[in-house]
């Protein structure tokens, strides 16, 4: 094998690891997309359902303190540790502590949503986004005669 061949080889490599990284990234985006409208279908639905708000807390990553937030929205989980905003934002409200945040709250940053929640995490529990949502709906319109329920994107 020639010094061509290896530097052929190398290209060839390199080619198919960029195609196999931009097919990622428009799989990755394409998911964040059907997220995205599945949280604006929830914010929607539950702002007409009169579905109430919660001014949302923020929790430390060692799990122990509880900060404040300028949001207001809904959890989505049970543990709250995922929220959707009022503005339709998903966010994760895991923060890091001190005495700062304790002082004067803290101000989570908004993710991309993920179509199914906890998958890859290491205790093997993962839901489907519009599972939860759904149920969060559900949960929030258990009156008796109400039987008006909006289908969820691609459901």
Do not use: K
């Amino acid at each position: 094998m020639g010094e061509d061949d290896g530097r052929e080889w190398r290209e060839r490599q390199q080619r198919a690891v960029r195609a196999h990284a931009d097919a990622e990234a428009r799989r990755r985006a394409a998911e964040q997309a059907q997220a995205a409208e599945l949280v604006a279908w929830f914010v929607a639905e539950a702002t007409r359902r009169g579905l109430p708000t919660t001014r949302l807390v923020a929790r430390g990553y060692d799990g122990r303190g509880r900060y404040r937030t300028r949001l207001t929205g809904w959890y989505v989980d049970r543990a709250g540790t995922r929220a959707v905003d009022t503005a339709g934002r998903f966010h994760l409200l895991t923060v890091p502590g001190g005495l700062r945040a304790r002082l004067f709250g803290v101000d989570p940053q908004p993710s991309p949503a993920p179509l199914v929640v906890g998958a890859g995490g290491r205790d093997g529990e993962s839901i489907p986004l519009r599972t939860l949502l759904t149920r969060l709906l559900d949960d929030g319109t258990d009156e008796p005669g109400s039987t008006t329920r909006a289908a969820a994107p691609g459901a």
